[in-house]
């Protein structure tokens, strides 16, 4: 029975990484063990293992996995034993089989994998014999294992970096995973290493998305001059409450009417998507009901892709940031101790994704301007209102060179608000308050230059300090309304993870979508789906 699932960004992952040498082991035998004492009475050479891989050019990439794999067990079958294919054989193929029928995705498929394993799933034990036959079988269950192991466990062979994403890539040993498989008893088909608590999850919801695709009758709604309404009545909003019945399941009434249930179907449709949970018919509640089951499945596997891709969780405190979701999570053994809006970069200065330590607040923090916005916005202010830098609390701190710097001090209007929260890092973002409190109001928050702002800095502040007793309610109070500013620095670091995720399931098992706002979700697409 699976782990019960806490929350999507409560992310469990298991089997690190140890790197293997690039000298490959010499692949000898232990002749002390033979037929006449080993559990298992056959055996591979080492020449047969090379044919094998030199026949196969698709295993040539775990070359090095096969050899340390056998050798360690000085070459003994691993799926089979005394009695036939082994208990672990039956539940690895039917867990591959399950993946590809089950998802839009052939490329495990193995014709020959199958033939052979269809010819020996029900021989009985004397009628298999060290034979050609039984060696392919043999190499090809640990052939298709290295290759389903890393297909779903390590993720696509895909650059990061490429596609803005610099948290670094959960590794998985391959060889490792397979010698716990072989020695593994279990009465039922199993993940042999969950890539996280989500991930389960997210693939539940995928198969019943390709099921309910099958039924799908696309019917593309028009847009509206007007919205509407609570109480409106039209033929427009009977087709609406079909496209709505089928897509969540909600029991609404075969007619045109606009009422009181419709209301609640589509407050939870717009929760779901992100949008402003009035209930309320506008073209941006159109525009998600329009989208195919098609592109939703294609948009879960993106994000089932990045899901494998997460790297070990080992503190229980940390704190994550979804920047298409403009949310924070603070989470604490295993569950939500906080969570807030943000308001995060816009799509020309957008956030990075990457993963750092939260290790110092700085309460009354000046500004420090960045170079980009002295030279595009503050020196053009300047030369239209000399008295521009006086007027926003600023100062200039070095003259010299052909661009001033320039701080902001600490204040009501300071750009950073009353305190900010750093993670050192390559990439200048860190947390902040903001005068601007106003905007946390609206649905679409990619506002920023590329930090993150967020909404109640206080309780953060408050949350982070919370083992140091000196720093009360009070005195946090007075810190944040400084002349100065003041450093504190945590007991603790605090891993911090900023991670771009536009699908997700919640807490209660419901399916969320957000909108790609920095178009990653396209990138991804285009290395995933280009075949």
């Keep these: 029975m699976r782990r019960p699932f806490i929350y999507f960004w ?17 692949a000898q035998r232990d002749q002390s063990i033979n037929i006449t004492n080993s559990y298992n009475p056959l055996f591979l050479d080492s020449i047969s293992l090379a044919q094998f891989i030199q026949a196969n050019i698709w295993v040539k990439e775990f070359e090095q996995q096969f050899i340390d794999f056998y050798t360690d067990r000085n070459f003994e079958y691993a799926w089979f034993d005394s009695t036939g294919l082994s208990e672990q054989a039956h539940h690895f193929y039917n867990l591959q089989n399950d993946h590809i029928t089950r998802l839009p995705d052939s490329s495990l498929f193995n014709k020959s994998f199958q033939d052979f394993y269809n010819v020996y799933a029900n021989k009985p034990a004397n009628a298999i014999k060290e034979n050609k036959e039984v060696l392919n079988t043999e190499l090809l269950f640990t052939g298709q294992f290295f290759k389903y192991a890393a297909k779903v466990y390590k993720g696509a062979d895909i650059n990061l970096a490429d596609l803005g994403w610099y948290i670094p890539r959960k590794k998985v040993n391959l060889l490792a995973l397979l010698d716990s498989v072989v020695e593994k008893k279990s ?31 696309l019917d593309s709604l028009p847009t509206i001059k007007k919205s509407l309404r609570s109480g409106h009545s039209s033929e427009l909003i009977g087709r609406i409450k079909k496209r709505l019945s089928f897509l969540q399941g909600d029991s609404l009434a075969n007619n045109n009417l606009f009422d009181t249930s419709m209301v609640l179907a589509i407050k939870k449709f717009q929760d779901r998507h992100g949008i402003e949970v009035d209930g309320v018919i506008g073209n941006k509640v159109i525009s998600d009901l329009n989208i195919p089951l098609k592109k939703r499945v294609e948009q879960l596997l993106i994000n089932m892709e990045r899901a494998r891709w997460m790297p070990p969780q080992q503190d229980s405190t940390f704190v994550l940031v979804n920047i298409p979701e403009f949310k924070l999570r603070v989470f604490e053994k295993s569950k939500i101790a906080l969570q807030m809006n943000v308001i995060v970069g816009s799509s020309a200065n957008s956030t990075v994704i990457f993963n750092g330590n939260l290790q110092y607040i700085v309460f009354s923090p000046y500004w420090n301007v960045p170079e980009s916005i002295v030279r595009n916005e503050i020196l053009p202010a300047i030369r239209r209102n000399p008295g521009y830098i006086a007027k926003h609390n600023m100062e200039i701190t070095n003259a010299k060179g052909k661009l001033p710097q320039v701080r902001q001090k600490p204040g009501p209007n300071n750009a950073l608000g009353r305190v900010k929260f750093l993670f050192p890092n390559n990439f200048s973002i860190y947390l902040h308050d903001t005068p601007n409190r106003n ?21 953060f502040a408050e949350f982070l300090l919370r083992d140091q007793p000196n720093y009360t309610s009070t005195a946090i109070d007075s810190l944040m309304y400084l002349e100065k500013e003041k450093w504190v620095t945590l007991k603790k670091k605090i891993p911090v993870f900023l991670v771009y995720f536009t699908s997700w399931v919640d807490q209660t098992g419901v399916l969320h979508f957000r909108r790609d706002i920095y178009q990653h979700d396209q990138k991804m697409a285009q290395k995933l789906f280009q075949k």
């Design 10 to 26: 409560s992310i469990v992952f298991l089997f690190t990484y140890a790197c293997t040498s690039s000298a490959k082991k010499k």
């Design 439 to 459: 905007l946390f109001a609206q649905t679409n928050r990619g506002l920023s230059h590329g930090c993150i702002r967020i909404a109640e800095p206080k309780k």
């Design 187 to 217: 009465n039922s088909s199993i993940n042999y290493a969950p890539v996280s608590l989500q991930y389960p999850r997210m693939e539940q919801q995928l198969f019943r998305l390709i099921e309910m695709q099958k039924k799908e009758v």
